[in-house]
């Protein structure tokens, strides 16, 4: 069935580098791809997104790669502070996006420390 | 302030007593979505709604219902709440004029069924 997964359920980085987290995706008629950051006690809160015409989008010291040869989205965050502290998750909506959004599915999450 | 806001935060239930976990938003918001965080397993969402009177089932809808019936409530109800609905629970919101999906998500509720 669709699915998105993470291939490292933990990560550890030193504050000041960069920091790399991975997703794969089963549905590839998705076209929309979300990243969130949930810190401890909290709801999920939005970082970026991207659509599938897309295969780099940039923020604020974040960066989305997406690769739809192999299903694959990561998301770069650069300077690794410890604020960054926390578990990511990559969401995809399965419907090719127009006016509606349907159903988003969520990967297991990646839990990223930072050390000081 | 912009936010989605759950009640209650936490709650101890036993098995078969009918609960409400109410969800709010003040964003004017037309899509809203209940999920639920289990440890390995992400969020797994259990309903959504695209607006008023409108909604669907998720991944994992058994043993939940919702209603829409104003655009800023979407109240989550387990009628005989067993003790694998124990979990936390998040609603968020999302507006279909963004272009996108960025959902708001609340602070959650923590549910235990006894």
């Known amino acids: 069935g669709e699915s998105v997964g993470l291939h490292l359920p933990t990560l550890s980085v030193q504050e000041g580098d960069n920091s790399i987290i991975n997703c794969a995706y089963s549905n590839s008629a998705s076209d929309y791809f979300i990243w969130y950051k949930q810190e401890s006690g909290k709801g999920p809160q939005f970082i970026i997104d991207?659509?599938?015409?897309?295969d780099k989008r940039q923020g604020q010291r974040v960066t989305v790669l997406l690769n739809k040869t192999v299903k694959h989205l990561s998301l770069q965050i650069a300077a690794t502070q410890p604020g960054d502290s926390a578990v990511y998750f990559c969401a995809e909506n399965p419907r090719p996006l127009k006016t509606s959004y349907d159903k988003v599915i969520f990967g297991p999450g990646t839990s990223l420390s930072v050390i000081p | 302030e912009a936010q989605v806001t759950q009640n209650p935060r936490y709650l101890i239930t036993v098995t078969g007593k009918k609960l409400t976990v109410t969800c709010s938003q003040n964003m004017n918001h037309e899509y809203m979505s209940w999920y639920r965080q289990d440890p390995g397993l992400g969020l797994r969402q259990i309903y959504y709604?695209?607006?008023?009177?409108?909604?669907d089932k998720g991944d994992v809808p058994e043993g939940y219902k919702v209603s829409r019936k104003e655009k800023r409530n979407f109240p989550l109800i387990l009628e005989s709440p067993s003790p694998n609905q124990t979990s936390l629970y998040f609603c968020a919101s999302s507006s279909r004029t963004s272009g996108g999906n960025e959902q708001f998500f609340g602070p959650g509720t923590r549910l235990t069924v006894l």
């Open positions: 709604s695209m607006n008023v009177e409108v909604t």
């Open positions: 991207i659509r599938s015409n897309m």
